[in-house]
C-alpha cells in the first residue's frame, strides 16, 4: 500500500499546556486532529467551569489563522469537586469529561483525589447527567511496584467503582496492561485511549543502552507481553478501544534531568506512529475505525467529514523541534518513520 486515506481522526486525550507552550504545539495537534480531550492538569489545574471557559478561550486564540479545531474540555476532579459543578459543566456543551488523577501519581496532580470514593456524590451526578469519567487508573501507594500500579489501580478501585456506578460511563485512559484490555473486554459502560508509545515500545526501550527519559511517561511502559495485548486491542476492531495520544510535552531539560518528567511528546506525528503501529501486524484496515470512529462514538458526537492522506515515504522524526525554554524532543526522535502525513 502507498497511500493511505482516512477521515480525519481526533485526539481523546492530549496535554496542551498553557501559554508559550500551548502556542507552540497547538499547531502540531491542528494539522493532524480535528478535535481534541484536553487535560485539565494545569498549574493549577483547570478545577471549575469558569476555569475551563477561560482556558477554552486561550486554546482558540491560539489555533492558528485559518484552521479549525474543536478543544473538548474537561474539569480536574478534586476532593472538593461539587456535584453543582459537574453538572453545569455538562450543562455547558463544551465541557465532555471529568478527570480523575489520583493525588500525586503523575505531573501536576497535587490537586488530585486522596480517596476515590469521596467522590461518591460526584460520580453520582455525572451518571445522573451522563457526563464521562476520565481515570488516570494508577494506584500511588508506596508500597505498589510501579509495573503493577494500573493493575492493582483496577483491581482496588475500578471494579467498586463500576459496581457502585455501574452506569456512568468511563474512560480508562492511556492503558499499557493486558489485565486493562480484559477488564475492559468485559465489563460495560467503559472505553479505553491507547497511546503510541505503548503500542510501539515496551519497557526495555527506557533502558536501551544507557537510561533515556524521552522514553519515560506515565503510566510507565511494562513487558513486550503487554505491548502486544494492547496492540491486539487496536487493531481488533472493537470500538471500545480508540486513539489517545497522551502527548505530553516537557522541556528537553526538564526531560534530561536527574529526577526527569514523564511524558512523551507525540502530537508532531501521532498518526504516523499509530500507522506503523498497525501496518507491523498488516491492520491498516482497522485504523481509521480506532483513530476517527470509535471516540466521537463513544462520546456522542458526530465524526468528522474531512479526509486526511498519508504517503508511504521515508523521513527521519527530527531530534528537536522549538518550544520554550529548551527545545521538544519528539517521540524516537532521530528515527525513520515510513509513512507520513501530507
Ligand atoms: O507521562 C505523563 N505525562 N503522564 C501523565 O499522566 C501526565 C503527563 C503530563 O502532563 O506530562
Ligand atoms: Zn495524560
Request: hydrophobic residues 40%.
Amino acid at each position: 500500500m502507498q497511500q493511505l486515506t482516512l477521515t480525519r481522526p481526533d485526539d481523546w486525550h492530549l496535554h496542551l499546556r498553557d501559554g508559550a507552550a500551548l502556542k507552540v504545539v497547538l499547531p502540531h495537534t491542528v494539522r493532524q486532529f480535528a478535535r481534541a480531550i484536553i487535560m485539565p492538569n494545569l498549574k493549577p489545574p483547570v478545577r471549575s467551569l469558569a476555569d475551563a471557559a477561560a482556558y477554552r478561550d486561550r486554546i482558540l486564540a491560539a489555533i492558528p489563522a485559518g484552521k479549525q479545531f474543536e478543544p473538548l474540555m474537561t474539569l480536574y476532579l478534586t476532593d472538593n469537586t461539587s456535584p453543582e459543578e459537574t453538572i453545569a459543566a455538562k450543562a455547558s456543551g463544551f465541557v465532555k469529561a471529568v478527570k480523575y488523577y489520583p493525588s500525586g501519581a503523575t505531573t501536576n496532580s497535587e490537586f488530585g483525589v486522596t480517596d476515590i470514593r469521596k467522590c461518591d456524590r460526584v460520580f453520582e451526578a455525572m451518571q445522573q447527567v451522563d457526563l464521562p469519567l476520565l481515570l488516570h487508573g494508577e494506584v500511588t501507594d508506596k508500597d505498589v511496584d510501579i509495573f503493577d500500579r494500573e493493575k492493582v489501580f483496577i483491581q482496588r478501585y475500578l471494579i467498586p467503582l463500576k459496581q457502585r456506578f455501574p452506569k456512568l460511563r468511563v474512560v480508562l485512559e492511556h492503558i499499557t496492561t493486558a489485565d486493562a484490555v480484559e477488564y475492559v473486554l468485559n465489563a460495560n459502560n467503559i472505553g479505553a485511549t491507547i497511546t503510541p508509545q505503548h503500542l510501539l515500545f515496551n519497557r526495555n526501550r527506557i533502558f536501551k543502552g544507557g537510561i533515556n527519559p524521552h522514553f519515560y511517561c506515565l503510566p510507565i511502559l511494562k513487558r513486550e507481553t503487554h505491548r502486544q495485548a494492547l496492540v491486539k486491542a487496536a487493531t481488533s476492531g472493537n470500538p471500545k478501544f480508540f486513539l489517545g495520544t497522551d502527548s505530553a510535552p516537557h522541556t528537553r531539560t526538564s526531560k534530561e534531568s536527574a529526577c526527569g518528567c514523564a511524558g512523551c511528546f507525540s502530537a508532531l506525528h501521532a498518526i504516523e506512529l499509530y500507522a506503523e503501529a498497525f501496518e507491523s501486524v498488516n491492520a491498516l484496515d482497522k485504523l481509521e475505525a480506532f483513530a476517527s470512529f470509535y471516540g466521537p462514538d463513544f462520546y456522542q458526537l458526530p465524526r468528522n467529514t474531512e479526509q486526511i492522506t498519508l504517503n508511504k515515504s521515508t523521513w527521519k522524526i527530527p531530534d528537536e523541534v522549538p518550544f520554550t525554554e529548551s527545545g521538544l524532543v519528539p517521540l524516537n526522535a532521530g528515527q525513520e518513520m515510513t509513512w507520513q502525513m501530507v
